[in-house]
């Protein structure tokens, strides 16, 4: 019963993230949650962010780079409170205009009805690759 119910918290989750309802996204997730952009790399928007206010920060760094023109969901794996999320993105940078594309895993824990823990793997070279390109070509 736990993993249909994970299934489906995640599931509408992710449908508010991709229609923009931020509200929605944010009542999705616990007061303390654990936010993690897991990076190998040098990112705004990387590394351990803690609570709503964390999270919001998060989005911000992220807004303030790059817009997500796109997130399709490949498959959501659910098991207990625990959930995987294979996806794929794309982002438009502000620097530049280009656009990219980039494969994504996405692990997050629930906990009383509300996202507990969440865990990003990417790859950040490639990210960085192509933001700094955006930045060298908006200095041109």
């Known amino acids: 019963m736990q993993t249909e119910a ?13 229609a ?15 936010w993690h952009s897991v990076a190998q790399a040098p990112l705004p928007w990387c590394g351990a962010w803690r609570g709503h206010a964390g999270v919001s920060a ?8 790059c ?13 207990g409170a625990w959930a995987t999320v294979l ?3 794309r982002v438009r940078y502000h620097a530049d205009g280009s ?18 823990e969440f865990r990003e793997y990417y790859d950040t070279a490639a ?4 933001l700094g390109r955006a930045n060298t070509a908006r200095s041109d």
């Open 99 to 116: 656009e990219a594309g980039y494969t994504k895993v996405d692990v997050l824990r629930v906990d009383g009805g509300r996202v507990a």
């Open 6 to 18: 994970t299934r489906a918290l995640i599931t509408a989750l992710y449908d508010a993230y991709r």
């Open 58 to 65: 998060y989005f911000a760094a992220l807004s303030g780079i």
């Open 20 to 34: 923009g309802d931020m509200p929605t996204v944010m009542s999705s997730l616990a007061e303390d949650i654990d």
């Open 67 to 79: 817009t997500i023109t796109a997130y399709d969901i490949e498959r959501i794996l659910a098991d």
């Open 127 to 130: 990210i960085q690759r192509d």
């Open 87 to 89: 996806a794929s993105i």
